[in-house]
């Protein structure tokens, strides 16, 4: 079935560059998303990428999309304390068929100063 | 409007009662999504309207619960006979056509 796999967790000083991975197994998604979800707080999407893309760069946030091996990361440049979160990677087929997102277990980030 | 609104944020309920969730989308938002996550866990699809027709249903939603859109608005999610497995957060998230999600910040419900 449809699989969405990230590392737990992940530890950096601020001002390093974290980069947040995820695999999934869906072949026919053709929208990968990152979502940001602050404790006690809903999810905030941060990026989206196309299928057919292989980066997205958006600020301090860039996307690579590896579609031969279905795996996709999120690079945040000059990470900040302000960016300590769990980062979800989730994945969908078009937003105009309206189906459901395939969300990964999320990723922690905590961020030292 | 600032977003999606869920009402209430938390709910403390014991077991076997029934228990309604509200979510309000963004206006122009004709797509709304129910989600359910639990600790440790990325959000899981319940169910979606679009308008007021309810579209897809997850086999997670089983016969306790029910949403309702009436007017291609605001949503409710009904659970009867609570159990303690339904405790959790309940994402709502509204869409237009072409766009990704735009989430509520949850209800916290906690079935004792």
Known sequence: GED?????????????????????????????????????????????????????????????????????????????????????????????????????????????? | DTGVSQDPRHKITKRGQNVTFRCDPISEHNRLYWYRQTLGQGPEFLTYFQNEAQLEKSRLLSDRFSAERPKGSFSTLEIQRTEQGDSAMYLCASSLLTEGYTFGSGTRLTVV
């Open chain 1, 4 to 113: 969405v796999e990230q590392s737990l967790f992940l530890s950096v000083r601020e001002g390093d560059s974290s980069v947040i991975n995820c695999t999934y197994t869906d072949s026919s998604s053709t929208y990968l998303y990152w979502y940001k979800q602050e404790p006690g707080a809903g999810l905030q999407l941060l990026t989206y990428i196309f299928s057919n893309m292989d980066m997205k760069q958006d600020q301090r946030l860039t996307v690579l999309l590896n579609k031969k091996d279905k795996h996709l990361s999120l690079r945040i440049a000059d990470t900040q304390t302000g960016d300590s979160a769990i980062y979800f990677c989730a994945e969908g087929t078009s937003p105009k068929a309206g189906t459901a997102l395939i969300f990964g277990k999320g990723t922690t980030l905590s961020v030292s100063s």
